[in-house]
């Protein structure tokens, strides 16, 4: 069975506290990797694609990367706008037309002044 | 920009209602998703289209139908709302391509309650 699996479940940060987040899968055959950002009451927000292990991709302050078997967002000298939940994605190898994500729980992210 | 829109913010709803949530997309993207997102359970497809008409069961259709009549619309409906479909619904959509891995645009989100 795919599965995607988010650590830590919460952190917090004091501003300027640079800090990694996980995101570990196991899946049969992967397409692409997905961080997206969600604030509350709010729709995920897309962030970046991986597609194949050691390819980094980075935006501001964040950077993500990917391996084999995981995927890494580090944020680095955090601010507090960059408090929010933090959610990665798999699309797994199919025959189909459109596939669907399967998600991880994510990461709630607090960023402190 | 990409905008997905979805027809309420918030909806209650009584047990037995039939319940439609609409969502319509302006960049003429061919897949449309349909998740529902709850506390310690993250999003979960419920289904999805790659083409008008065509529809796709996800990972929890069950108590769900959808319909794509055209293009830029997808609907989900509820034929009989019970209290374990309380949740959060979002709408998404993407390109279709070869390497089939374009990221998803969100919608905003419907807040459900069923009472």
């Known amino acids: 069975e795919d599965q995607v699996t988010q650590s830590p479940e919460a952190l917090r940060l004091q501003e300027g506290e640079s800090s990694s987040l996980n995101c570990s899968y196991t899946?049969?055959?992967?397409?692409?990797l997905f961080w997206y950002r969600q604030d509350p009451g709010k729709g995920p927000e897309f962030l970046f694609t991986?597609?194949?292990a050691g390819e980094e991709k980075e935006k501001e302050r964040l950077k993500a990367t990917l391996t084999k078997k995981e995927s890494f967002l580090h944020i680095t000298a955090p601010k507090p706008e960059d408090s929010a939940t933090y959610l990665c994605?798999?699309?797994?190898?199919?025959?189909?037309?459109?596939?669907?994500?399967?998600f991880g729980k994510g990461t709630h992210l607090i960023i402190q002044p | 920009d990409v905008k997905v829109t979805q027809s309420s913010r918030y909806l209650v709803k009584r047990t037995g209602e039939k319940v439609f949530l609409e969502c319509v997309q302006d960049m003429d993207h061919e897949n449309m998703f349909w998740y529902r997102q709850d506390p310690g359970l993250g999003l979960r497809l419920i289904y999805f289209s790659y083409d008008v008409k065509m529809k796709e069961k996800g990972d929890i259709p069950e108590g769900y139908s959808v319909s794509r009549e055209k293009k830029e619309r997808f609907s989900l409906i509820l034929e009989s709302a019970s209290t374990n479909q309380t949740s959060m619904y979002l709408c998404a959509s993407n390109l279709r391509g070869d390497r089939g891995s374009y990221e998803q645009y969100f919608g905003p989100g419907t807040r459900l309650t069923v009472t």
């Open positions: 991986l597609y194949s």
């Open positions: 994605a798999v699309q797994i190898v199919s025959g189909g037309g459109a596939d669907g994500l399967t």
């Open positions: 899946v049969s055959g992967l397409r692409g």
